[in-house]
């Protein structure tokens, strides 16, 4: 019965998410090479040890922030590569930018979410680093942080989808993060997913 307990019950959308920006991750590593990319505050010395399957189940064990909110650090993330084409999420700054995204998220979405020191502890980085992370990231997305209903429905179909469409010979095809939409326009964005 303890072991029961004990056993926490991951939503799909940490699967689909990891997913996602492990192909997002390894597609960009490669191309790193053809297209020149800037270091950031994101960016690690080495590639943690951690998967990022691994280390967005911790983020969810711990830091008991709905499961809408990790689709919101999607369209952060998301949103954060379309204004910093420059700095593309690849394994060397992937762990640092999703701690991020889900604390910006869980701030804004939740009422109740931990302080950043906590979510430092997480994500196994200093509370100083944490800091500078969220302001870089918040200015980085021009601290465009507002996700309307159609959009935040659009990335959960979009991230089904994905998963629907995932085939071993598929996993080159994904170079971008993002659907590619203007989250204003609802007719492109039904267009988008009709594709």
Sequence with gaps: MAELENTVVMPKVITFL???LQRVAESNDVNHRLEPQKISVFHG???PTISIQTYLERIFKYANCSPSCY???YVYLDRFAQRQ???PINSFNVHRLLITSVLVSAK???DMYYNNAYYAKVGGISTTEMNFLEVD???GLSFNLNVTPPTFHTYCSYLQ???LLESPLDIGRSLKLHCCFNEDDSTHQKQQLAV
């Design 137 to 139: 990231f918040l200015f």
């Design 108 to 110: 804004f979405m939740d």
């Design 45 to 47: 010395l080495t590639r």
């Design 161 to 163: 989808k994905e998963m």
């Design 85 to 87: 084409p420059s700095l």
């Design 18 to 20: 990891s997913s996602l």
């Design 71 to 73: 689709v919101v650090a």
